[in-house]
């Protein structure tokens, strides 16, 4: 196996043992960049020369630490190459959120989680692709190039943190950070057969992120397995006094929950969520699932969930609201895209926008800018606000009854580049298990749980408010049950065909 292919926790003990070295680990990760980039289409932005120098850089931190015989101040990621989805804001790197609009924005600073590994001395590797300003689910809509999947260079990893996901997947990167507003990191891991976490609100500092919609988003891991997503929440979690919504909830080290016992442990099956929709590879996986958490000891409890069918119509008028509001500052004339040979501001706005905003961007404004306003804005908006205070009322009720929740990741495995162009409703729909979670706060996590055609699926755990560690510890008994931990996307073969 070659270094890219393993995971974080194998790299830190070969880093501590003096068996490799970063600059060998990162070495590894550029060279499977280069061989298989071209295909898959990860990256917005590969930060090579950058990334060597902080390989070297981490080499000497390991080097004193173990001519000291001290180890307390090396992390598990330290020297290990990561990717950061491109609406995170990198000191002196470009981020663009895959829009024209941003193309040449360069950051002053970092955003917190950013600034967090670096100081614990992971190695950037780059910026990866993602729907544009991270509004969709297949990462299709970004204005620069698709991102394909390396399980199926005709299929989408998903969206909008597809790039983050066919990274990891690919051996592109050890682990990536995505954003999740609402399924974002989730439905890319389940298509790509990653784990992908979505912290409780406030868990992880969104300072320095783009912000899509403010009240949903949160930062959270892409990684092979789930001992690596405990090692990257851990990382990037915690207060921040530069984001007023972070919590003070102290950080547990998650690692260190992961072998405890889930006998006892409750997990809800919510009835709305298994319905006649749902594909039946999917259904029948689920129910596998379900089995293996009974036999490592759960007990299992039907739970309801009355107003899950509102969710999605919530969803989309809250974030698109959120989103009119947030993208208004994106004008032209502070930073961005200007129109060129404009006569006036108000002409140098107009145009900036509509030609540097794409299709979906322009759609989600033009919805949240209609709920709004002074006609729209209690049938709509308030409406929804309310339908969300009922969401979470739904989900305090549920887990009154339980420990955590499965259901599926996503209603079918990963769909075919341009399947549904002219569809946008049935692209909402893949949401349909995740954007609950986003409404009422609590954290989630898809595991790999299984394949269909050769294609991962994802089951998702969802936990309690700011009880990560438990929901860890029984995604890690489902991974071991399910016992595909350490499998590899395929290497994707030159001609567009699945690689063997």
């Given amino acids: 196996m070659k270094l890219c292919d393993m995971t974080i926790h194998e790299l830190a003990m070969l880093l501590k043992a003096g068996e490799a070295t970063s600059m060998e680990i990162t070495k590894s990760v550029l060279d499977r960049i280069d061989e298989v980039e071209e295909l898959i289409g990860a990256y917005v932005t590969v930060t090579r020369d950058e990334a060597l120098e902080q390989a070297n850089a981490a080499d000497e931190r390991i080097a004193i630490a173990r001519k000291r015989g001290d180890f307390s101040g090396i992390s598990p990621l330290t020297g290990i190459p990561l990717a950061l989805k491109d609406n995170v804001c990198t000191k002196g790197t470009r981020t663009t959120c895959s829009s024209r609009m941003l193309a040449d924005f360069v950051p002053p600073y970092d955003a917190t989680v950013v600034g967090r590994l670096r100081d614990l001395g992971a190695v950037i590797v780059g910026k990866t692709n993602m729907d544009e300003f991270a509004m969709g689910s297949s990462t299709e809509n970004s204005a ?143 129910d596998g699932a379900i089995r293996m958490l009974q036999e490592a000891g759960l007990e299992v409890a039907e739970v309801s969930l009355p107003h899950f069918e509102h969710a999605i119509a919530v969803y989309y008028l809250i974030s698109s609201a959120e989103a009119s509001s947030n993208l208004a500052r994106i004008d032209g004339v502070r930073y961005g895209y200007r129109a060129p040979d404009a006569s006036g501001v108000q002409e140098l706005i107009r145009r900036s926008r509509s030609e540097a905003f794409g299709p979906e961007v322009k759609r989600r404004i033009m919805l949240g800018t209609h709920a709004l306003s002074s006609k729209h804005y209690e049938e709509h908006y308030v409406k929804a606000l309310k339908a969300r205070t009922l969401l979470i009322e739904d989900m305090n009720q549920a887990f009154n009854k339980c420990d955590c929740m499965i259901c599926p ?52 755990l969802i936990g309690k408010a700011f009880d990560e560690g438990t ?14 931990s350490d499998r590899r996307a395929p290497v994707a073969a030159a001609d567009g065909r699945r690689g063997k």
């Fill in 144 to 286: 620069f190039h698709v991102t394909r999947n390396p399980w199926d260079l005709e299929r989408v990893p998903g969206g909008s943190s597809g790039g983050s996901a066919a990274a990891v997947a690919a051996g592109e990167a050890i682990g990536a950070l995505g954003t999740d507003t609402g399924g974002s990191i989730r439905q890319p891991a389940s298509f790509c057969g990653l784990v992908g976490m979505k912290p409780t609100y406030g868990r992880v500092s969104r300072y320095g992120v783009v912000a899509f919609s403010s009240s949903l988003d949160q930062v959270g891991p892409m990684t092979k397995d789930v001992r690596d997503c405990a090692i990257m929440l851990a990382a990037i979690s915690g207060r921040d006094m530069r984001d007023a919504t972070s919590s003070p909830e102290p950080v547990p080290d998650y690692s260190s929950l992961l072998e405890g016992s889930v006998e006892g442990l409750t997990v809800g099956v919510p009835a709305e969520f298994l319905h006649s929709g749902l594909d039946s590879g999917i259904r029948e996986l689920m």
């Fill in 409 to 460: 990741t996503c209603p079918t495995v990963a769909f075919k580049i341009g399947e549904k162009p002219d569809d946008p409703v049935a692209v909402y729909l893949m949401d349909i298990y995740t954007t609950i979670v986003n409404l009422t706060g609590v954290p989630a996590v898809s595991v790999p749980c299984g394949a269909l055609g050769g294609l991962p699926v994802g089951a998702q």
């Fill in 471 to 484: 929901l860890l510890r029984i995604a890690y008994s489902l991974e071991k049950a399910c016992a595909i």
